[in-house]
């Protein structure tokens, strides 16, 4: 079974994917090295690394700037609901000056709403997965008050992210059901408050209709809501309540206020309520599938890097030898001189000489690596070399941190055997902390006859006499 990710952290791992692809890959070597320290899945990596990344960059920030400015466009959707059911409520019942016409009421209380349920029940069935309705709305505002290249990513990501995972449909559902709740309940409050504050009249009037109609009509509308409590006025208040009828019933009031107020409740608000119930349950559904795609372009070409064919995070447990792959022989463990070995300096000061006096012609010196953009460049390009021996060099003086032991270790996925060089320089020799290099580096699962702690332990190495490697400087 596929583990259910965050939906914002899926959300925001997409976000850095329409980012790179389309400002160009960012410097990451920190990011992935937290990633292969964290562990877990292919997806689960990605996750981390756009974590980090987001954290980084400041996007995180634009993150949580972009979810209250749609909290922002929903508050206003809000308040134009409740502007607008109060203002169907006055234009249904007028000013009481007139009678109040009932087929014109109803039609403008729901004539809006059951055609724009209509037509979400349409795109709902089908195949459709385009934004629509007041999620559309919803969406087109938060975009607007988000005026960011930043922000503009954010804004597609959510779309991919929900259209992927089939949870656009529900989500905006929820939000045009939400804002429809709204609308009635702000309708019926008004219209309880104008029909305790005013006299009305209620009758129904026609040209083409036979007065027998509406009498149809009346049950028609009235026998779903009779069933949890609202009043159907009698054939007879129906024959008095047309227009022109004699005598007039203008003390049914009370009767075609309640008839009215249920239409409104079972027709309106109700159905509502029950799309919104349906969209929520679908929507958390959805969520508990939600999974990553690691398939996609700018994903899938992470994969080398942050799921490196042996990886140990050197944490856990005790690990297998990083620096030699199972099956070698201890002839093919030595370091042969012009072979396809490669040598690099990991934030080596300039103090200390580089490349080190007697190992110049070991293999290719790829230089001083001091920059997280150097460390990027350094991984891609050794991804293809594959050297038979890689040699890091670091500085004896500072005290390994977790992020180096982590670079070592994506370094060490890039070759046959990786090989740590601790040098110091020689006018301060005492003041060395390789005895915790080496500790760390065991910790971590590196093979101790593979660290050195001076060029000449190293330089015995090159040779067909394997040498202690911790020697001294």
């Not at 201890?330 to 072979?339: E, N, T, V």
């Not at 690099?344 to 006096?357: G, K």
């Not at 990027?376 to 032991?405: F, M, N, V, W």
């Not at 060395?432 to 093979?447: I, M, P, Y």
Request: some cysteine; glycine content about 8%; charged content about 15%.
């Amino acid at each position: 079974m596929r583990d259910a990710l965050s939906f914002n952290a899926v959300w925001l791992a997409e976000t850095l994917r329409i980012k790179e692809l389309r400002d160009g890959a960012l410097d990451d070597a920190a990011p992935v090295a937290r990633a292969l320290g964290r562990g877990g899945n292919f997806a689960q990596r990605l996750i981390t690394r756009a974590q980090a990344l987001a954290e980084r960059e400041n996007i995180q920030t634009t993150f949580v700037h972009w979810q209250t400015l749609s909290k922002l466009a929903f508050a206003l959707l809000a308040i134009t609901a409740i502007l607008t059911g109060a203002g169907l409520a006055a234009s249904a019942l007028g000013d009481g000056s007139h009678p109040v016409n009932l087929m014109l009421a109803i039609a403008v209380l729901l004539g809006l709403h059951a055609l724009t349920f209509v037509f979400w029940l349409v795109g709902t069935v089908a195949s459709s997965s385009h934004a629509s309705g007041m999620g559309a709305v919803w969406l087109w505002m938060t975009s607007r008050m988000a005026r960011t290249p930043q922000s503009a990513a954010i804004g597609q990501a959510l779309v991919a992210t929900l259209q992927r995972s089939h949870g656009l449909k529900p989500l905006l559902g929820i939000l045009t059901h939400a804002v429809w709740c709204i609308v009635f309940v702000s309708t019926i409050v008004t219209l309880l408050a104008l029909l305790s504050a005013r006299q009305y009249v209620f009758q129904w009037e026609t040209t083409l209709l036979a007065p027998e109609a509406f009498t149809v009509i009346t049950h028609l509308f009235g026998g779903l809501p009779s069933l949890i409590g609202f009043p159907i006025p009698a054939d007879t208040v129906v024959a008095q309540s047309m227009a022109g009828a004699l005598p007039a019933n203008n003390s049914a009031g009370p009767l075609w206020s309640q008839w009215l107020l249920g239409v409104v409740v079972v027709y309106g608000f109700l159905p509502r309520l029950l799309a919104l119930l349906a969209c929520i349950v679908t929507w958390r559904r959805q969520m508990q599938l939600l999974t990553l795609d690691t398939e996609l372009p700018g994903f899938i070409e992470l994969k080398p890097r942050l799921m490196p064919g042996s990886l140990n995070t050197g944490i856990d447990a005790p690990a297998p030898d990083l620096a030699t792959n199972s099956g070698e022989s201890s002839q093919a463990g030595l370091i042969i001189p012009g072979g396809h070995n490669a040598l690099v300096a990991i934030e080596l000061p300039n103090d200390i000489t580089w490349p080190p006096s007697g190992l110049e012609n070991i293999g290719a010196d790829l230089g001083r690596v001091d920059t997280r953009a150097q460390r990027s460049a350094l991984l891609s390009a050794l991804e293809s070399k594959q050297y038979d021996h890689l040699i890091a060099a670091c500085d004896g003086r500072l005290t390994p941190d977790r992020g180096t032991l982590l670079y070592f270790q994506a370094l060490a996925q890039t070759c046959k055997q990786f090989h740590v060089l601790i040098l110091l320089p020689d006018t301060m020799p005492e003041n060395n902390r390789t005895t915790l290099w080496q500790a760390n580096l065991e910790r971590v699962g590196f093979d101790s006859a593979r660290v050195y702690t001076g060029p000449a332990s190293l330089t015995a190495q090159t040779g067909t006499t394997q040498s202690t490697p911790h020697g001294n400087h």
